[in-house]
T-cell receptor
């Protein structure tokens, strides 16, 4: 089961431009994470934002979290061709017996050189 | 940092056979491990959550008897795809954690092809 949707599903930009991806989720969360996945490869953890945080930065990445709207955004500034990948948000949600991580549908980013 | 080793990275098997995928936490105790399946150009779908020493909790629609999960120790979980069929061909990936506040570490994934 997936928590929610990400938009856009695909995004194509020129190198140097900024890329913004959005993620919505359905249930209450403990934290939200963003991951990158190059084609056919494993996941690379980018950033974690806790439910009591509203914004977080890491290098060229900026993540916001709006728990009232159950949404998050990932901004990549000054994009590079190497940023071409799929980006997923993932939320931690509690359930009877523990917690689990659910992934959004993902955004495929193409950065043209 | 925390490392999770998953293997094999690729496996091709004949239809009807079983395949075991291992996920090991190398430098931490993984109290909880998760197994995901990813079809091409799709997201990761959670299959099951396993806590060490107890039965796995499967997501709705995932066949327990087909995807056997064992988490017998704090450093090892296995996923066995039994009687594999071509439609089971997918990318399987595990993640492990020692607790919510410690974050997760993902394995590098296993590409299963059933012929």
């Amino acid at each position: 089961s997936q928590q929610g949707e990400e938009d856009p599903q695909a995004l194509s930009i020129q190198e140097g431009e900024n890329a913004t991806m959005n993620c919505s989720y359905k249930t209450s969360i403990n934290n939200l994470q963003w991951y990158r996945q190059n084609s056919g490869r494993g996941l690379v953890h980018l950033i974690l934002i806790r439910s009591n945080e509203r914004e977080k930065h890491s290098g060229r990445l900026r993540v916001t979290l709006d728990t009232s709207k159950k949404s998050s955004s990932l901004l990549i500034t000054a994009s590079r061709a190497a940023d071409t990948a799929s980006y997923f948000c993932a939320t931690d949600a509690g359930y009877t017996g523990g917690f689990k991580t659910i992934f959004g549908a993902g955004t495929r980013l193409f950065v043209k050189a | 940092g925390a490392v999770v080793s998953q293997h094999p990275s690729r496996v091709i098997c004949k239809s009807g056979t079983s395949v075991k995928i291992e996920c090991r936490s190398l430098d931490f105790q993984a109290t909880t491990m998760f197994w995901y399946r990813q079809f091409p150009k799709q997201s990761l779908m959670l299959m099951a959550t396993s806590n060490e020493g107890s039965k796995a909790t499967y997501e709705q629609g995932v066949e327990k008897d087909k995807f056997l999960i064992n988490h017998a120790s704090l450093t090892l979980s296995t996923l066995t795809v039994t009687s594999a069929h071509p439609e089971d061909s997918s990318f399987y990936i595990c993640s492990a954690t020692s607790g919510l506040r410690y974050g997760y570490t993902f394995g590098s994934g296993t590409r299963l092809t059933v012929v």
